[in-house]
């Protein structure tokens, strides 16, 4: 498993496992606000790579957006 840290502009910060970024963003449960929508999410990668995403909120999966595949 793997630790996915969600960090607000705020300064609210949260770590979740999950074995994929998927399945992280999923178990989020951030909610927007008025002036704060977006979520900066950090990883470390099994060969030990940070990777990181900016993420909209709220989260709209591939499947929602284009309907049934």
Do not use: C
């Not at 099994?46 to 993420?55: D, E, T, Y």
């Amino acid at each position: 498993m793997k630790q996915y840290t969600f960090q607000r502009n705020n300064g609210d910060k949260k770590i979740i496992e999950a074995m994929s970024l998927k399945k992280a963003i999923k178990k989020y449960d951030g909610k927007p606000n008025d002036h704060d929508n977006h979520v900066f999410i950090a990883w470390t990668s099994k060969k030990g790579n940070i990777s990181h995403q900016l993420v909209k909120l709220p989260y709209v999966s591939r499947k929602e957006r284009k309907g049934k595949l």
